[in-house]
């Protein structure tokens, strides 16, 4: 992986492949977030090259922007240096043998849509209006949204009795509730507005505050109540492939 900064993203693409890579090699559930976001990654800039966006430019420069947050936190982590609590949590759960895929792709979604996502908007609005932002930053969700669809649709691929039995069940929809992406959306958007009118002096403060609640809704991905962490167990108990085929899988599918 080059250590220049990435700027474009074909550079964001690109490593997030290495990541990829790495983590078959390494048989590292936190490949599983990578594979997933490449795949997003790759939809964000077919829908620029579309012209989807108001400002194409400027979506690029907000998804490369949003990109470096999950990747220098990845490396920060790999080369044991200290990183924000919610990633800090994601990938300290990826060395765990419990975890679920989907599990795995929460963790990641938690730390990145409601922790990343409004520091990035603000950040490519600095010196400008943050509701110029406001239209493209809704359809760069409803491409975000197919995250959810994503992680629905490969849960069949990896195990698939498990949308079945969580159906079943009656909890998919309450276990999945905290992480729909109009949740998310509203919550990253409010939270931009919030960075924007924080004085430089204060930004810490808010970052570590917003940090602090984003790593508490660890406990509802990895304690979703008796009957859906009952079934999560079964489902661990009965997964098959190794990391790396996983991993292969949640590439091929969609």
Same mark, same amino acid.
């Given at each position: 992986?080059?250590? /220049?900064?990435?700027?474009?993203?074909?550079?964001?693409?690109?490593?997030?492949? +290495?990541?990829?890579?790495?983590?078959?090699?390494?048989?590292?559930?936190?490949?599983? +977030?990578?594979?997933?976001?490449?795949?997003?990654?790759?939809?964000?800039?077919?829908?620029?090259?579309? =012209?989807?966006?108001?400002?194409?430019?400027? &979506?690029?420069?907000?998804?490369?922007?949003?990109?470096?947050?999950?990747?220098?936190?990845?490396?920060?982590?790999?080369?044991?240096?200290?990183?924000?609590?919610?990633?800090? /949590?994601?990938?300290? #759960?990826?060395?765990?043998?419990?975890?679920?895929?989907?599990?795995?792709? #929460?963790?990641?979604?938690?730390?990145?849509?409601?922790?990343?996502?409004?520091?990035?908007?603000?950040?490519?609005?600095?010196?400008?209006?943050?509701?110029?932002?406001?239209?493209?930053?809704?359809?760069? =969700?409803?491409?975000?949204?197919?995250?959810?669809?994503?992680?629905?649709?490969?849960?069949?691929?990896?195990?698939?009795?498990?949308?079945?039995? #969580?159906?079943?069940?009656?909890?998919?929809?309450?276990?999945?509730?905290?992480?729909?992406?109009?949740?998310?959306?509203?919550?990253?958007?409010?939270?931009?507005?919030?960075?924007?009118?924080?004085?430089?002096?204060?930004?810490?403060?808010?970052?570590?505050?917003?940090?602090?609640?984003?790593? /508490?809704?660890?406990?509802?991905? &990895?304690?979703?109540?008796?009957?859906?962490?009952?079934?999560?167990?079964?489902?661990?108990?009965?997964?098959?492939?190794?990391?790396?085929? /996983?991993?292969?899988?949640?590439?091929?599918?969609?």
């Amino acid at each position: 992986m080059s250590e /220049k900064p990435i700027s474009t993203i074909d550079g964001v693409i690109e490593t997030l492949e +290495f990541i990829i890579q790495y983590s078959e090699k390494n048989n590292d559930p936190s490949g599983y +977030f990578a594979a997933l976001y490449q795949k997003v990654t790759i939809k964000v800039k077919e829908e620029i090259d579309n =012209n989807y966006f108001d400002d194409g430019p400027r &979506m690029e420069q907000l998804d490369v922007l949003f990109a470096n947050r999950y990747i220098d936190a990845w490396v920060a982590h790999k080369a044991g240096k200290p990183t924000s609590a919610c990633w800090a /949590k994601a990938f300290e #759960l990826a060395t765990d043998y419990w975890p679920i895929v989907l599990q795995h792709l #929460l963790l990641g979604m938690n730390a990145h849509i409601n922790f990343d996502l409004g520091m990035s908007a603000a950040e490519v609005s600095r010196g400008k209006k943050l509701d110029d932002l406001h239209d493209d930053f809704n359809r760069i =969700n409803e491409i975000l949204s197919s995250l959810v669809h994503e992680v629905q649709d490969n849960l069949s691929v990896v195990w698939p009795a498990l949308k079945i039995i #969580l159906k079943w069940t009656g909890k998919v929809d309450d276990y999945l509730v905290d992480f729909s992406m109009k949740l998310a959306r509203d919550g990253a958007w409010k939270y931009a507005t919030e960075v924007a009118g924080t004085s430089d002096e204060e930004l810490e403060a808010c970052f570590s505050r917003r940090d602090e609640r984003v790593a /508490k809704k660890v406990s509802v991905i &990895m304690q979703p109540g008796l009957i859906a962490s009952a079934v999560l167990l079964l489902v661990r108990l009965t997964e098959r492939g190794t990391v790396a085929q /996983k991993i292969g899988k949640l590439k091929r599918a969609g």
